[in-house]
């Protein structure tokens, strides 16, 4: 029984090797980065603007890398494109985008990376991924209970959620430096599971928030107005990331997100006051 067991395993391992073969190698500043691709699984460089916003902030900002909300690790490649030796702490509940990412790490051999395999939330309990899609991977999937109105489910996720507070001993996080934040719908739930790191590290934070198209979206409104609240209680500046499609033109700095239906203005660094000084260069009024 014991040899059929054995034989049985390998001949699994066997399948899911066959399935990985490495799709290509993409080049990030001086650093080829390899994507291996397994099943229908595979990273690929999306918002390549962001690494021209990492390269300025990066040398802006010492310490840990904080990603919540991995998916696949688009962000993690960028990060590791730019300083590959940034130390780097990701989280992601979806158990398909953890299993992927840790061979990603694996394949590149990336060092002083950590992941997390849970959400972070405003309490501690299992929680429903909805995905619009029928991805395992979907990057469009939200911990917010019919956070897309009217759009249909295709499939549900039990995952585990944990407050910030309550699982920060198994990793260390003594100094963070960023903080990427990239969630669907629940920025709010993890700007408050992360409130006291951002209190007392004040970390660059960047942030997607969706639109709120109008006043008549009542819950994303609110949503977005708390968000504000909380960054200008923490002494933050807020500034929206200007783009020319693939490429990073700069920071616009804005008193309040405001309602608006762009999805190309969704993407925004939420800076300590007591750093945008020192972002002149990129930062306009």
């Keep these: 029984m014991l040899k059929k067991e054995i034989l049985r395993k390998l001949k699994r391992k066997a399948i899911l090797l066959n399935y990985m073969t490495f799709k290509k190698v993409i080049k990030i500043e001086d650093n080829d980065i390899k994507i291996p691709t397994i099943s229908d699984l595979s990273c690929t460089l999306t918002e390549a603007w962001m690494i021209g916003l990492l390269k300025h902030l990066l040398r802006k900002k010492q310490g840990a890398f904080f990603d919540v909300g991995i998916n696949l690790g688009q962000t993690l490649i960028k990060v590791k494109g730019v300083e590959l030796k940034r130390k780097y702490i990701g989280f992601e509940p979806n158990p398909t985008c953890v299993f992927y990412v840790k061979k990603l790490i694996e394949k590149n051999q990336f060092e002083d990376c950590t992941i997390v395999p ?73 700007v408050k599971s992360l409130y006291q790191l951002l209190k007392t590290q004040q970390p660059i934070v960047l942030l997607e928030i969706l639109p709120v198209y109008s006043t008549e979206n009542t819950m994303r409104k609110e949503r977005q107005e708390e968000l504000e609240r909380i960054f200008n209680e923490l002494n933050y500046s807020f500034f929206r990331v200007e783009k020319d499609k693939n490429t990073f033109v700069g920071l616009k700095k804005i008193e309040n997100i405001g309602i608006h239906s762009d999805l190309n203005q969704c993407d925004y660094v939420f800076m300590p006051n007591e750093l945008v000084s020192e972002i002149q260069n990129i930062a306009r009024e």
């Design 118 to 190: 849970v959400g972070l939330f405003t309490e501690d309990k299992m929680l429903s991924l909805e995905c619009l899609t029928d991805s395992e991977f979907d990057s469009s999937a939200s911990l917010i209970e019919n956070f897309r109105s009217g759009q249909t489910i295709y499939r549900r996720i039990l995952v585990p959620c944990f407050r910030f507070e309550n699982i920060r001993d198994t990793v260390n996080s003594d100094n963070v430096g960023i903080v990427k934040i990239d969630v669907e719908g629940a920025e709010l739930e993890v």
